[in-house]
């Protein structure tokens, strides 16, 4: 089946750390998209990319980087710098037709401790 | 930029009640426009589009139609069911020189009952 997929489903931070998040799509898209979610609130674009090797910081990128070395492949990191980390993270890809549509992974909760 | 503006939740019905969920936007020319479901937990799935004015999406019983005059793409279903309880985001497409981005509203929370 075709789909996006991101891991963990939890994740836990420990003040200082680095963690990573996974987004993997099948769906040959060209373009992912990184989201962050607030509990009551809407979605806050933190980077994407349209095409390999490629990527443009969002409206929140600050604290938060990421890599595009493969088609199928945008993974996050959240640094140390990102000081409230607490939230829901979505990984959206989009094949660049069907007038800008996005398709969104699972997500993941990160917690720090 | 463009902006989408939507009717603050939660909105509580009764099953088999008719759903409005008021969406108006603000952008340049006529982009495209999206509703988003997402129940608890999970991401978002798209719902339906509507590509240029004047257009109907549909999917699943509910129903929005693209009105460039009032810049409005209200969401309908004529009879809820207590499994459509989730947050309904309304979202338009930007772009940004060759790169194309969704802005969102703010979500509005559905909650049917029995």
């Known amino acids: 089946d075709g789909g996006i997929t991101q891991s963990p489903k939890y994740l836990f931070r420990k003040e200082g750390q680095n963690v990573t998040l996974s987004c993997e799509q099948n769906?040959?898209?060209?373009?992912m998209y990184w989201y962050r979610q607030d509990p009551g609130q809407g979605l806050r674009l933190i980077y994407y990319?349209?095409?390999?090797?490629?990527?443009q910081k969002g409206d929140i990128a600050e604290g938060y980087s990421v890599s595009r070395e493969k088609k199928e492949s945008f993974p996050l990191t959240v640094t140390s710098a990102q000081k409230n980390p607490t939230a829901f993270y979505l990984c959206?890809?989009?094949?660049?037709?069907?007038?800008?549509?996005?398709?969104f992974g699972p997500g993941t909760r990160l917690l720090v401790l | 930029g463009n902006s989408v503006t939507q009717m603050e939740g939660p909105v509580t019905l009764s099953e088999e009640a008719f759903l409005t969920i008021n969406c108006t936007y603000t952008?340049?020319?006529?982009?495209?426009l999206f509703w988003y479901v997402q129940y608890p937990g999970e991401g978002l799935q798209l719902l339906l589009k509507a590509t240029k004015a004047d257009d109907k999406g549909s999917n699943k019983g509910f129903e929005a139609t693209y009105r460039k005059e009032t810049t409005s793409f209200h969401l309908e279903k004529g009879s809820v069911q207590v499994s459509d309880s989730a947050v309904y985001f309304c979202a338009t497409r930007t772009r940004t020189g060759t790169a194309s981005k969704l802005t969102f509203g703010t979500g509005t929370r559905l909650q049917v009952t029995l």
């Open positions: 959206a890809s989009s094949p660049g037709h069907e007038g800008g549509a996005q398709y």
């Open positions: 769906l040959n898209h060209d373009a």
């Open positions: 952008a340049t020319g006529y982009p495209s």
């Open positions: 990319s349209q095409i390999v090797n490629d990527f």
